[in-house]
């Protein structure tokens, strides 16, 4: 939904020419030390910035998930993980039984007790060349059908091993479970490291939304951390369910505080038309009924100012003040006040 840019709605101050600033208090000089503790910061021109907010969530980033699923058919005799688990690459997940892995172990014992004789026959001229290489031909085949079963075979159970290193995000199986052979997944994997944020962008804000916009993302587990990132993906078809084209924000996730499934506010900022003087919102006092900033480098004066909207830790203002003046965003209070004889 679109958000507003917070507007100070006050009544019209006096207009505050060149003439009436000189009215208000200054101070020639101040202290070494007093000024070693006060820091300033010179106003800008600033083109004021729209924001608006979109309702998202975390999601994995499919270009670091795996999911696996068996090639043969089978029963899960054992599983060694939880949903959530953290795995290295090639840890044991799932022992399972299958009838066509004791079968093919039959078939290649038998092949291989045949090959034996065949070779036996060979050497004595009772065997021809083609029947030793048909011999051969079939053991070779049994054991590259071996391949599908990974290792730790023993009496029609293999082991599956995780194929990647990462979490748990998905559990499809418990001992007992049988499943067909190209059937669903047993689990999915993904490396949490990067994460996907998914929001929801709705016809009327369709205008306002680009790819490589920068975006501010929040959320109810953080309430005072900001994650940065840009929009890498815009969708070109509406999803037929939320009515909504998905943008999507890659973001790292090092210390992994974004979890799958979790939802966001993502906030997006455009640039209007208008420029305005602005200075940190830091420098801003409101002092009886108006706004005030100490504006100087070595000599200081009060001035009154006309804010016109704050935003993003900057207040912009349309008179009282000129870009390229210095305003004092540390300690302004207590030179507000050394300056008015408080």
């Not at 924001?51 to 499919?62: N, R, W």
């Not at 479970?177 to 669903?184: D, K, Q, R, V």
């Not at 994650?227 to 890659?250: C, H, M, N, P, Y």
Request: with cysteine; net charge neutral.
């Amino acid at each position: 939904m679109m958000k507003r840019i917070i507007y100070l709605l006050l009544p019209l101050l006096a207009s505050c020419g060149e003439n009436s600033w000189s009215s208000l208090p200054t101070r020639e000089t101040v202290s070494d030390v007093f000024l070693q503790e006060v820091l300033t910061a010179k106003a800008e021109l600033k083109r004021l910035q729209k924001e608006f907010t979109l309702a998202g969530k975390v999601v994995v980033d499919s270009d670091r998930t795996i999911s696996y699923s068996p090639l043969v058919s089978g029963v899960v005799v054992k599983s060694y993980f939880s949903l959530g688990d953290y795995a290295e690459k090639g840890k044991r997940m799932v022992d399972i039984r299958s009838v066509e892995l004791s079968s093919l172990q039959s078939e290649l014992a038998v092949a291989r007790q045949n090959l034996k004789g065949v070779e036996s026959l060979h050497e004595s001229g009772m065997a021809t060349d083609k029947e030793l290489v048909e011999a051969r031909s079939t053991v070779g085949k049994l054991q590259s059908d071996f391949v599908l079963y990974g290792e730790n075979q023993d009496n029609g159970v293999f082991s599956v091993k995780a194929p990647m290193s990462g979490y748990v995000i998905g559990k499809y199986c418990n001992p007992g479970t049988s499943f067909p052979e190209s059937g669903g997944p047993l689990f999915s994997m993904a490396d949490l490291s990067t994460v996907w944020v998914v929001a929801n962008v709705y016809a009327g804000n369709l205008q306002f939304v680009h790819e490589g916009q920068c975006v501010e993302i929040t959320s109810v587990a953080y309430p005072a951390e900001v994650f940065k990132g840009k929009i890498d993906f815009l969708s070109q078809v509406f999803d037929s369910e939320d009515k909504a084209l998905k943008v999507r924000i890659t973001l790292p996730n090092p210390a992994l505080k974004l979890k799958p499934e979790m939802p966001v506010v993502v906030k997006l900022f455009n640039d209007s038309n208008l420029e305005l003087v602005a200075v940190p919102s830091s420098a801003v006092i409101f002092d009886n009924n108006g706004y005030y900033v100490v504006v100087g480098d070595k000599t200081f004066g009060i001035r009154k100012i006309t804010p016109f909207a704050r935003h993003n830790d900057f207040t912009y203002i349309t008179e009282g003040i000129k870009a390229g003046e210095e305003v004092v965003i540390k300690n302004q209070l207590l030179m507000y006040n050394e300056i008015k004889g408080k």
